[in-house]
């Protein structure tokens, strides 16, 4: 029988080994690269982040866990969905749509607790290209394609560009870098730079003493804003990621082609293809008048 429940600490490392074996038999599939066969550890330590700061739903069936869907809760009422994932011995039971509810159930309650309304909940996800029964899936389950994005990695060395200071996110550039993002997203964004704090390789950009970019970490679950294309280029050259793996990102490379294109040129290689997915009012981040803005998984 399948059961979804909240999870404890004690399941994570099964969730782990659900998430690396679903995504690395779907990559094997499609002859492409699987995020997760790169370090296990990077996997588990996902599950981790999203279990202390967000929610993780798990699925069991016969009392073993085989699955499980984690939820990114700190730019509410927009929440992240991902990694979801069911081992796949397990898949084609209906696992997968009983996880995602429980993730909707845990966003509409989390809106309500923070004084909002369940009806401004926006769902957000990335699925890799290939993975076309997951995007069947979401896009059943009322989910739209906002956009392309192109997984991207860099193992150099970091440098940091004449006339541009790169310095850990610190109580200090709170606000600050708040406003950056607040400018960029279109909505309050104090939150989301709190949670940033948290992670490994958050960091702001300025110049002449004023920030001008911020982001949470160079990886996939990371995201870059800026209020100009230099200020996001010193953070791509001169950021870090974390110690489990090369710094990573989700170029919008349609949006800002001379960036994806600056990227080529200057050590990051493309890792990939995905889809930006989103259910409710999703409102896209500006990208005009020079205002750059890297994705993570809540859009």
Not at 21 to 33: C, I, P, T
């Amino acid at each position: 029988m399948a059961v979804v429940r909240p999870a404890i600490a004690a399941d994570l490392p099964a969730a782990s080994a659900a998430v690396n074996a679903s995504m690395a038999r779907l990559a094997a599939g499609a002859n492409a690269y699987s995020d997760t066969a790169r370090n296990e550890d990077h996997t588990l330590h996902i599950l981790t982040t999203a279990f202390e700061t967000g929610y993780v739903g798990v699925g069991e069936v016969d009392g073993v866990v085989v699955g499980a869907c984690c939820l990114v809760t700190a730019g509410a009422p927009a929440f992240g969905l991902g990694p979801l994932a069911i081992l796949p011995s397990k898949q084609g039971a209906g696992l997968g749509k009983l996880l995602m509810a429980d993730a909707r159930r845990r966003a509409e309650e989390v809106c309500v607790e923070r004084g909002m309304r369940r009806e401004d909940v926006v769902m957000v996800l990335t699925v890799d290209t290939y993975n076309s029964v997951g995007t069947a899936l979401y896009a059943k389950l009322g989910y739209e394609v906002k956009e392309p994005l192109i997984a991207m990695s860099h193992d150099g060395d970091r440098v940091v560009p004449e006339g541009w200071v790169v310095s850990k996110l610190d109580a200090e550039h709170m606000e600050a870098a708040a406003g950056v993002l607040s400018n960029v997203l279109g909505r309050d964004a104090h939150a989301l730079v709190e949670h940033a704090r948290t992670q490994a390789g958050a960091a702001v950009a300025s110049r002449d003493g004023v920030i001008c970019g911020v982001t949470s970490g160079l990886r996939m679950d990371g995201f870059v804003a800026a209020t100009c294309t230099e200020a996001a280029k010193a953070l791509l050259t001169a950021a870090e990621g974390d110690e489990c793996q090369p710094r990573r990102l989700m170029m919008p490379a349609q949006t800002h082609p001379d960036l994806f294109k600056w990227s080529l040129e200057n050590g990051w290689r493309t890792v990939k293809q995905l889809l930006l997915m989103a259910e409710g009012a999703y409102v896209q981040p500006k990208r005009s008048d020079g205002f750059v803005y890297i994705p993570t998984y809540d859009g």
